[in-house]
């Protein structure tokens, strides 16, 4: 009980913790529950009524092939919270790991690492993912792994930096005492302190992510169809743009929605952990 | 300065290095070839073929030595030939799409600054009033929205609904009748809604971004003084906050420049432009590795001249960094 109203106080009056944990919330029930909320199967072909506007029965509209969107956009989101989740988990091992190393052995370490980010910082990278993505097969795998390689830069120097002061705080210097292995040290004392920004990160990255993946399938290269992806449904729906317009509108809203979600989230999550940042 | 500048573009060319050696690297690796289309998916082409084919371009030989002559052809500019049918050098295909690209970006980015800069301004003066939460707000949903789909949007209301302008290419059918006010005026009405995606993708940031910086100089110490001294507000702002503002933003511009080229992908394969996204598009389909290579090399050199020109700025705006440059 005291725990909830602490959770209260914190969350209180704060509009855009609320706001982004909601949107958060519902787009994550909407994908997990999609097999029971979704009123047809995603690829249920209804071809007496192909490119119907939004009606009662097809809440919004029809496609080409008369496959109802709303049910393809439930199944899209799966697609798309499953990438940025997976993608942040790779970007944030990286960049977590070598973080911890940058700042906790400096040195040479230190030097060849963060210049190894500043180089990866300097790669158009779109250009470097459409790159290697046309070259792979373009399945969810790959994807994710390809985000997840080009985005972890930035946890580096987070890492890095909260590395930097954490290992000449007097527990690290009491681990180290008691004869507590390096990694043991890293893991079990540091990383654990350095887990706000992290986490701040990561929900900023879900965001990323998912637009990255919904560009990539909008050109084709990520998520194939018939699996429905907001990306490839934007696709399809430029195509028909002049006569179906709202092909082109709901699945844009839904990465629009999803991505503010997210970036909501995130920013507030920033302004409660980080006091440093604080106003 | 000089020294700055020195050593500046001395670690630039190792990140040059750095970039193309990973680039040709992965680019090769990966599997698929450039033959793969005239060969493999050729029934007709037999395995003697496809190794001629790949001695024409030096594929079989070992990866150094073929990234090493890369580089040293490099050196007096040679991009290599495309390895698509046409194999025209790489360097023409490029240079006769890149001033459609970047002419797109700057101007874009132009506006941006024009307005991003008076409007983070205004919000970080008026901190927490209507204007500065509604430039929040814009701000927030400028994050979110992903640029393809506001292209979508864009060319629904103002290229079909309205109808005010052409949707798709550079040019109209009967461009070649038209004189040359005409034609200027025609290219420019098939620019707009490409220029207007660019613009507002990087409005969101910049202006949050400034508002930010102008905030953190409006706390300083120096900013109290000049209004103690009785001066007007707006000439502590222009003359003492701003200056000092702006010079966040100046990096900033600098880091922006990755993002633009990827952006440029998307942007001009939506409205069908003829400029460097679409060419890179189309290399990377037909997995053709001199025109890849050539197209990562010039987003790498653009991004590098990007950072230097910024930090260059930086040094010659900011005396505090010219000075420590100068003794460091």
């Not at chain 1, 350095?194 to 900023?204: F, K």
């Not at chain 2, 970039?19 to 070839?33: D, E, K, M, Q, R």
């Not at chain 2, 230097?308 to 040094?315: E, N, Q």
């Amino acid at each position: 009980m005291r725990l909830i109203q602490r959770l209260k106080v914190l969350v209180g009056h704060n509009t855009m913790l609320i706001l982004g944990g909601s949107i958060v919330l519902l787009m994550s029930l909407a994908a997990l529950l999609a097999p029971w909320i979704a009123p047809y199967p995603p690829n249920t072909e209804h071809l007496d009524h192909i490119l119907e506007a939004p009606s009662v029965r097809f809440w919004l509209g029809t496609d080409r092939l008369g496959r109802d969107i709303f049910s393809r956009l439930l199944y899209g989101g799966r697609i798309s919270l499953w990438v940025g989740f997976v993608a942040v988990g790779i970007s944030i091992s990286i960049g977590a790991a070598l973080g911890l190393l940058s700042g906790y052995f400096r040195s040479w370490v230190d030097e060849v690492i963060m210049r190894l980010v500043d180089i990866m910082l300097c790669f158009p990278s779109f250009f470097l993912i459409l790159a290697v993505i046309s070259f792979l097969e373009p399945d969810l795998g790959n994807i994710m792994i390809v985000i997840g390689l080009t985005s972890w830069m930035g946890v580096t120097r987070l890492v890095r930096a909260e590395t930097l002061s954490l290992r000449e705080r007097e527990f690290v210097a009491a681990a180290r005492l008691a004869g507590s292995s390096t990694v043991r040290i890293l893991v079990q004392h540091i990383l654990p302190n350095a887990l706000a920004p992290i986490l701040i990160t990561a929900t900023l990255g879900v965001a990323g992510a998912i637009l990255i993946e919904s560009s990539l399938s909008f050109l084709g290269l990520g998520v194939q169809p018939p699996t429905p992806s907001w990306g490839n449904m934007l696709m399809e729906g430029k195509a028909a743009i002049e006569i179906a317009p709202w092909l082109s509108l709901y699945p844009g809203l839904a990465i629009l929605i999803t991505v503010l979600g997210y970036n909501l989230l995130g920013e507030s999550l920033r302004d409660l952990l980080d006091p440093r940042l604080r106003q | 300065m000089g020294l700055r500048i020195i050593r500046k573009t001395l670690w630039f060319f190792l990140l040059f290095l750095g970039i193309t050696l990973i680039s040709f690297w992965v680019i090769h690796l990966a599997p698929g070839s450039p033959t793969d289309m005239e060969t493999t998916l050729n029934p007709l082409a037999g395995e003697a073929a496809r190794q001629r084919l790949e001695a024409l371009y030096g594929l079989n030989r070992p990866l150094y030595e073929q990234y090493l002559d890369w580089l040293i052809r490099l050196l007096h500019f040679d991009f290599g030939n495309s390895m698509s049918a046409d194999s025209r050098p790489v360097l023409d295909k490029i240079l006769e799409r890149l001033p459609l690209t970047v002419g797109m970006n700057v101007f874009s980015l132009c506006l941006t600054l024009g307005i991003a800069i008076p409007v983070g301004i205004l919000s970080a003066c008026k901190q927490n009033s209507l204007l500065d939460r509604s430039v929040t707000v814009f701000v927030f949903l400028g994050f979110a929205m992903p640029s393809f789909w506001l292209a979508l949007l864009l060319m629904l209301f103002l290229g079909i609904d309205l109808q005010w302008l052409p949707i798709s290419g550079l040019t109209s059918m009967e461009y070649d009748q038209l004189d040359s006010w005409g034609k200027f005026c025609d290219i420019a009405s098939h620019l707009t809604l490409p220029i207007m995606v660019y613009t507002i993708g990087g409005l969101a940031g910049m202006s949050r971004y400034m508002r930010a910086c102008m905030l953190e100089v409006l706390r300083q110490d120096y900013i109290l003084t000049a209004r103690a001294k009785g001066l007007s507000p707006s000439f502590v702002i222009c003359r003492h906050a701003l200056r000092n503002a702006l010079l966040p933003v100046i990096t900033l511009l600098g880091l922006s420049v990755p993002g633009l080229i990827g952006g440029s992908v998307i942007i001009e394969s939506i409205f069908a432009l003829p400029g460097l996204g679409q060419l890179f598009y189309a290399a990377v389909m037909a997995r053709d590795y001199t025109m890849i290579m050539g197209n990562l090399v010039l987003g790498a050199v653009l991004t590098l001249v990007g950072n230097l020109l910024a930090d260059t700025c930086y040094g010659l705006a900011d005396p505090r960094i010219r000075t420590a440059g100068e003794r460091g």
